[in-house]
């Protein structure tokens, strides 16, 4: 009866109001992607990254439309007019300023999961859950170890939290 009238009345509302402050989202992630797109020069760019990164327009709805653009400009590779590459580019500066922002094994294992390559990934596992040496070379060959401790620069229990944290989210969603 009305009763049921006004529950999908109110339920179009709210679907609307959805529908509306999505695609007002998207429309920001459109225009931050153009603005990157043309900004020129990478140093030009890199400073825009920076920017977009720092005032916090590097948000879902912007990395939702830059992933349809990679998927679009991979489909159209005949025609590739270096697009996909400037996009792959774009979005790896964007998600390296990201990573700035989270904990550093959260940082890390997104930066693994982007790495194609098994020696560079053993590299950055090596770099960021080992110490770090304090040994510099002077230009004559002499190793000179510093005063100080040698520290990890993402330390393994905050490693495995992530990995922990990234295997629950995985499984909430199945």
């Known amino acids: 009866g ?20 999505l695609d ?13 797109l043309h900004a020129g020069e990478i140093r030009k760019l ?15 709805a912007f990395f939702q ?5 990679l998927q679009d400009a991979s489909q159209d590779e005949e025609e590739d007019d270096g697009r996909s590459q400037i996009l792959r580019h774009i979005y790896t500066r964007c998600q ?5 922002t989270v904990p ?3 940082a890390l294992l997104n930066k693994l999961l982007r790495t194609e390559m098994e020696s560079i990934r053993a590299n950055q596992l090596e770099h960021y859950l080992c110490p770090q040496r304090n040994i510099i070379a002077s230009p004559d060959g002499t190793e000179i170890e510093l005063k100080g401790k040698k520290t990890v620069l993402v ?3 905050e490693f495995m939290n992530a990995i922990s944290d990234a295997v629950k989210q995985i499984r909430t969603v199945e």
């Open 96 to 100: 390296e300023e990201v990573e700035k």
């Open 46 to 60: 890199d400073a825009a990254i920076g920017k977009f990164a720092r005032q916090g327009r590097l948000d879902m």
């Open 65 to 69: 439309v830059l992933s349809l653009n």
């Open 24 to 36: 007002s989202s998207l429309a920001g992630g459109r225009e931050v992607l153009a603005e990157l």
């Open 2 to 21: 009305v009763r049921e009238s006004n529950e999908i009345s109110d339920t179009l509302q709210v679907a609307r109001a959805l529908q509306s402050i």
């Open 155 to 157: 330390p393994p229990s």
């Open 104 to 106: 550093g094994g959260v």
